[in-house]
């Protein structure tokens, strides 16, 4: 076979598309950074401040401006790479370049049930079934809660909710806290199920996540985090949700390079306080909708502010949040198909990093096992589509079309058997089935009835392996140290 080397050229190894220029990238991140410079933003922590103004900011009272070179420091300075682990320590994502990971979303006021379809408020047990269903999905990479348990002290939602999920999943774990308080439990708790702090240091498989307020203010609590996940070593996702034409310009360019100023505080303050501390800068971006008022999670706009976030982190070099895998549909139908396969298909092909929100509804309302388990589906597919295809001297097959010749046939060719798995994906939910089959065989369910069908049986049959009853006594005894705290708190605020 002819040699085809050629020198001076670029391969695509995978299928990728560019909504910016690297000009337009580098516009963007300036923009933000001149944002931070010239009109600042409003800090809410004296402890933030203080390590603001010595590192070269300017502080006024709450009012702090950050100087482009700092900034641009800062962004450097955080790693481009970051690893998290499963549960044993053992299997770990890679955050870098166009790496792209999926999993569901935290903190939704109402949850569909499983087995009744009601729409209600969310408890503990919903929390185990959505780590067990992710533990089970292959294409489903990390965890969140989907939904705040109640039934629970309210204080200690996040808590309970992060002690559930580390019970039946091994699969990394991002997660949300109320307050510092609440973070030392889970770090606790991981330190407890880990052996040591040292080795959750060491393979993180807990993600902390923080919330800058748009616009340009970052509250105690969300910059308070941050400085405790920095001196903690533990990664941080610092995303704001920005909503363009309410907390951010109407422009989509202005909603983004927002959206990059309120992620470098976030980058700055941490690296200022241990260089080269994790942290994810963030990716959750959308409209709201003037005719409703909504923040929409399915329209044209939320999808391309994902991209465009990504490419402009992938310029910053920094890891980045991404959102896929939701709908504005207020149940599984048409609507949320197609929205959760146009974000997911646009999540890939620009290379976000760390993709949450799979299985949200009701744009975000309402947490949805459901959604969940077709967002695995379509993920299945699009990472086969993402994954391109090689064209070499054995993936041309010249020699074996030759050996068939005109009028054969490749059913029965050893190239057809060698290739055919690694070549094609298998749906596991979509119907392939010939009319008469579906009919007869498979009782001529729908897409959806087949969702539903897998998420129940998922919840009943997976088995996720059971943590050593000395490391779930001590997530009791840390689970009723905090109740503890908690009373003392509610107790002193009654005097007051």
């Known amino acids: 076979m002819a040699d085809y080397t050629r020198a001076r050229y670029l391969t695509n190894e995978s299928i990728n598309f560019r909504m910016f220029t690297e000009e337009q990238r580098a516009r963007i991140y300036y923009a933000g950074l001149e944002i931070l410079e010239r009109t600042g933003a409003k800090m809410f922590s004296q402890e933030a401040l203080d ?4 590192g070269g900011a300017w502080v006024d009272g709450e009012h702090v401006r950050i100087p482009i070179g700092l900034s641009e420091w800062a962004v450097r300075t955080a790693p481009s790479q970051i690893l998290l682990w499963d549960r044993e320590g053992e299997n770990r994502l890679v955050l870098e ?4 990971y999926f999993g569901p979303g935290p903190t939704n006021t109402y949850h569909i049930d499983p087995f009744t379809e009601e729409r209600r408020r969310p408890v503990l047990k919903d929390t185990e079934n ?3 269903v992710c533990d089970a999905l292959p294409n489903i990479d990390f965890v969140q809660d989907l939904g705040t348990p109640t039934g629970v002290t309210t ?3 996040d808590v309970y909710a992060f002690s559930a999920m580390v019970k039946n999943t091994r699969k990394p774990i991002v997660h949300w806290g109320f307050d510092i308080d609440q973070y030392r439990d889970m770090l606790d708790i991981a330190a407890a199920v880990r052996g040591s702090m040292e080795d959750v240091q060491k393979r993180p498989f807990l993600t902390l996540y923080s919330e800058p307020s748009p616009p340009l203010m970052h509250s105690d609590e969300a910059i308070g985090k941050a400085i405790f996940a920095a001196k903690n070593k533990i990664p941080i996702v610092y995303t704001p949700c920005n909503m363009a034409g309410a907390t951010d310009p109407a422009t989509l360019a202005g909603c ?18 241990r260089e080269g501390t994790p942290i994810i800068m963030g990716g959750v971006y959308g409209i709201m909708d003037m005719n409703t008022t909504v923040y929409s999670y399915g329209s044209p706009e939320f999808m391309q502010m994902q991209a465009g976030i990504a490419e402009v982190a992938h310029y910053m070099n920094v890891p980045v949040f991404g959102t896929a895998g939701c709908t504005d549909s207020h149940t599984l139908d048409a609507q949320a198909a197609a929205e959760a396969a146009m974000s997911i298909l646009i999540a890939c092909e620009a290379g976000a990093n760390l993709v949450h929100d799979s299985g949200y509804t009701a744009f975000g309302g309402a947490g949805s096992t459901f ?18 295809m090689e064209a070499n001297e054995e993936t041309l097959a010249l020699f074996d079309i030759d050996r068939v010749g005109p009028s054969g046939e490749f059913l029965t060719s050893m190239h057809t058997h060698k290739h055919f798995k690694s070549e094609t994906w298998f749906p596991t939910l979509m119907n392939r089935m010939r009319y008469s089959e579906w009919k007869e065989v498979a009782g001529a369910t729908t897409m959806g009835d087949r969702i539903k069908d897998k998420t129940r049986k998922l919840i009943k049959e997976h088995e996720v392996p059971s943590l050593p009853d000395k490391v779930l006594k001590e997530i009791d005894a840390i689970l009723k140290k905090a109740e503890e705290r908690e009373a003392r708190k509610a107790s002193a605020k009654k005097k007051k």
């Open 97 to 100: 370049g166009c790496n792209t």
């Open 130 to 132: 959505v780590a067990k």
């Open 371 to 388: 959604q969940l388990v077709m967002a695995d589906e379509i993920i299945g597919m699009v990472r086969r589509i993402i994954k391109g």
């Open 51 to 54: 390590i603001l103004k010595k």
């Open 155 to 157: 204080n200690l939602a």
């Open 256 to 273: 983004l390079a927002m959206g990059v100023a309120e992620s470098v505080v976030g980058i700055v303050v941490t690296q200022l306080i």
